[in-house]
């Protein structure tokens, strides 16, 4: 191991890990809440073409569209969720859609509208944009702002003293140095998670995937193991995509009327699940349809866009340049003449993703966390699904405001981290690092580490070699297996600053795996068929009707916490009322509700 002993110490008021949507959003909205406002932006990457948009978008996917209001939101989505969702959450982040699009273009980018100026609809509550260069406009409008960034900056533990959040540790990869933040308040707004499951395209094509591959899940395992409460883990996302190039399904059925056909034709949708809604049915069974059809022989299944004339062709071109530019290149590089050939569909590996599903951070309506000091906004903050783009900026939002406020107000003194801890930190962040000449024997490398991760979770806890169906003897092995990974990881050695990021990245997906299969567990019903398939429990179950929780214990076991939909905790078993005595949720969202 090699340990550099000189970190880089930051200080600050406001700390945002995490350039993508939410945390480039936030940062605008701190900067401007309070001009005096210290806010520090630190990214993995760099925040002119990071995160989840880092290629661009053609629609903000969640807007209040004429003849709809939040309440009509508010329904679609509890719908969409199968009845499990923060009612607070989503309708304080849709009561802000229309006032973030309007400050994002304004910022420049590019909106497209009718004859008569207003934002052109696609579907009930999309918007067409012209999204290409909106990430950069982002990160212009940060600069402009104030605020500073810190790019390629690896973040790899909060800090925790005294019970509270004061910042955060972590390596610089140019500089292959330790960081070290200190603040008065932090947001973590990294985004979901992928690569905890083998992914659709192997090999050099492993990261053609649907959501970013490099977000690996880092903003949760932080939270994790710093002890914050997480929800709805179980409720995993399974992107419906284009075969091979895995680009979005929305744009061909919302924007250009393309159904769901089987092998033979047939639009099985409208056929055999159109009690369930059809081709308007809840997201998962979108994606149940087809694994039936394809279970019974009728595969392989397809959006059929046989209907499109030139002049249809030439705008769905137009509308995958502006997000999926390699999906116009397969179509011409195979002569793929979509007005006689349909576009094959398949699903994606699993994926946690607060802002399609909800998996992420138990937060409060300001984007608390149950860490004093701590928020969450974006794809890492639970209970909100269905938030999108326009979701993401509206937590952004939120959550800076909150935490503005309290700066402002609370006369906190310094944050400080002690010699001895910052010592444990910076030896952690580094024990993956070796200088030798050559590896000493039995040392694994990141990318076997987590490919191991990847085949016991395919295996074992529903992923595409399973067709996503799971049961209780399989999860227990994928439990105990992960146990076996985690006995493994001081195994792991990186040669560079490079290998090291790779290195914690298959740590913090093995935190996350191993909560997303203890609620996976713990949920004995099948919610959201297609996404949480219970092959030994089928149905769902009125008994299930609430969020299931979790805290990572100080050795290591996950503690499972039942919530009702208000936030109240339910008597719900031993370990439940143990976490009735210790856990708290902010009053001011849950009407003076504690735990």
């Known amino acids: 191991m090699t340990t550099p002993t000189t970190p880089a110490p930051y200080e600050t008021d406001l700390l945002i890990i995490g350039g993508g949507t939410a945390g480039c959003y936030a940062a605008i909205i701190a900067r401007r809440e309070n001009p005096d406002l210290a806010v520090l932006v630190v990214d993995k990457a760099h925040i002119d073409r990071s995160g989840c948009l880092a290629g ?206 089987n092998a033979k034709g047939e639009e099985f949708m409208k056929l055999r699940w159109a009690e369930k809604g059809g081709e308007g049915a809840p997201t998962p069974l979108r994606l149940e349809g087809p694994l039936q059809e394809i279970a019974a022989g009728n595969g392989p299944c397809f959006m059929d866009t046989r209907h499109l004339g030139p002049s249809d062709i030439k705008r769905l071109t137009e509308a995958y340049l502006d997000m999926y530019p390699n999906t116009v290149l397969y179509w011409a590089a195979n002569k793929i003449d979509l007005t006689r050939t349909p576009v094959e569909i398949c699903g994606t590996e699993p994926y946690l993703v607060g802002g399609h599903c909800q998996a992420g ?45 309290e700066i402002k107000s609370e006369k906190n003194p310094r944050p400080f981290l002690s010699s001895d801890r910052e010592l444990r930190h910076h030896q952690r962040t580094f024990s993956f690092l070796s200088k030798e000449a050559s590896l000493p024997s039995g040392a694994i490398r990141p990318e076997e580490a987590e490919s191991r991760l990847q085949k016991i979770m395919d295996e074992y806890a529903g992923g595409l070699g399973t067709s996503y169906r799971m049961n209780e003897a399989g999860l227990v092995m994928a439990r105990e297996r992960l146990a076996f990974l985690r006995d493994d990881l001081h195994r792991i050695r990186a040669r560079d600053a490079h290998e090291l990021m790779g290195a914690h990245e298959v740590a913090d997906r093995l935190d996350v795996a191993e909560v997303l299969v203890a609620h996976l567990l713990a949920r004995k019903e099948t919610r959201w068929p297609g996404f949480q398939s219970r092959q030994d429990y089928p149905e769902s179950d009125r008994r299930y009707e609430h969020f299931i929780n979790s805290v990572r214990r100080d050795d290591g076991t996950v503690r499972i916490v039942h919530r009702g939909l208000d936030g109240v905790l339910l008597p719900w078993g031993e370990d439940e009322k143990v976490a009735a005595g210790t856990l708290t949720i902010d009053s001011r969202s849950f009407a003076g509700k504690k735990a």
């Not at 490099?214 to 932080?222: K, L, P, S, V």
């Not at 969450?376 to 503005?404: L, N, Q, W």
């Open 361 to 405: 951070y138990w937060v409060d309506v300001d984007r608390r966390t149950t860490l004093p000091n701590l928020f969450a906004a974006g794809d890492v903050a639970g209970g909100a699904p269905y938030k999108f783009v326009s979701g993401c900026f509206a937590e952004g939002a939120i959550a800076a405001r909150a935490a503005a406020r």
């Open 56 to 261: 661009g978008m053609n629609a903000i996917n969640a807007y209040i569209n004429p003849g709809e209001t939040v309440d009509s939101f508010v329904d679609y989505v509890r719908e969409d969720a199968m009845g499990i969702l923060r009612e607070d959450l989503v309708r304080t982040q849709a009561a802000l859609f229309r006032e973030v699009v309007e400050t994002v273009e304004a910022m420049g980018l590019p909106i497209v509208k009718d004859p008569d100026g207003r934002y052109s609809p696609r579907g009930r509550w999309n918007i067409k944009i012209h999204g290409e260069s909106l990430k950069p406009i982002l990160a212009r409008e940060v600069r402009k702002s104030g605020a500073a960034v810190l790019d390629r900056v690896v973040i790899t533990d909060l800090i925790v003293e005294e019970g509270a959040v004061v910042g955060a540790v972590g390596f610089s990869l140019k500089e292959e140095r330790p960081v070290r933040i200190l603040a008065k308040k932090t947001l973590v707004a990294t985004g979901g998670a992928s690569g905890l499951y083998r992914p659709n395209n192997e090999g050099q094509a492993r990261h053609k995937m649907w959501y970013s591959p490099f977000n690996t899940g880092a903003g949760y395992a932080i939270g994790i193991r710093a002890g914050a409460e997480m929800t709805s883990f179980e409720h995993r996302f399974i992107a419906l995509r284009t075969k091979d190039t895995i680009a979005p399904t929305g744009t061909l059925a919302l924007g250009f009327g393309a159904p769901q056909v």
